[in-house]
């Protein structure tokens, strides 16, 4: 064999068809970039959803009209524009990271980051808690039971604290301190690595302190399992073990379909409602962006009654 051939024998000739080897590697690939753990988490689930899907039947290539139909897969499935973006994000990542380990041929790819996302129509509409709502949310759970006395102070740091699910579950007996006299969250690690401080009301602090009190907790993670027998055990909670005690206290509280990230936009508006100003109100959620903040509080434009109808230079000031 000569060295020409056997160069040609050693070098991977890209493909048009992935098997899951392929799939699993590039997805690996796609992981290996990202730093934030929510983007990764994020990333899986949406490299995994489409892995199902092209792997469920026999597929000619991995190509443009692929991700096509797969765009309309996701369109028939109802969701929101939004999401089937995201979606299609991933896909073009995992399709970009494949070719740049050789496995797909560079020109399927080009077709593939070709494939437009869906048009996003009119303004998202959020879920936001009244504060009667919101008030009869965290006093839902029994305190005469440790779960009960749990839960509440988890809905509580979650309403007023305006945290994200990872952020509550890593919460531990170091973050919990006083600064200028106040109980503070200090140095949160948030989303892609950010830290902050967040002030805790104490009422809150007050509803930690009975549960951790019953549970006989001094170190470690705050919020734990509580098993049947009443006994708190394990080293912490899940993020699915939030999500889950949020519906069942939501259903009991005869407030639909409720999610953890919505107490964290009722935090904001709740702010908002009191008088906050809207930088504060930034700081307390962590958010880089003025803008994402007011996603959060749902801010429009209010044309009557202008910002600045009553701004006292006119003729008549």
Known sequence: M??????????????????????????????????????????SHAIDEFIDWYCSEPRLSFSKSVVLRYRIHLESRGLAPGTINLRLGAVRRLAYEASDCGLLSPDLVAGIRRVKGVKKIGVRLGNWLTPEQSLRLWRTPDMEQLKGKRDRALLAVLLACGLRRHEAVNLDFRHIQQREDHWVIVDLTGKAGHTRTIPMPGWVKALLDDWLQAASLTAGKLFRRVHKNGKAWGEGLTEKAVWHVVREYARKAGIEKLAPHDLRRTCARLCQAAGDELEQIQFLLGHLSIQTTERYLGCKQRIRSAVNDRIGIGPDA
């Not at 020409?4 to 796609?30: E, F, H, I």
Request: charged fraction near 30%; aromatic fraction near 2%; glycine fraction near 8%.
């Open 2 to 43: 000569t060295k020409k051939q056997s160069g040609k024998r050693g070098r991977r000739v890209p493909k048009t068809v992935l098997r899951l080897p392929d799939l699993d590697q590039a997805k690996s690939a796609v992981l290996n970039t990202l730093s934030s753990v929510d983007a990764q988490r994020g990333y």
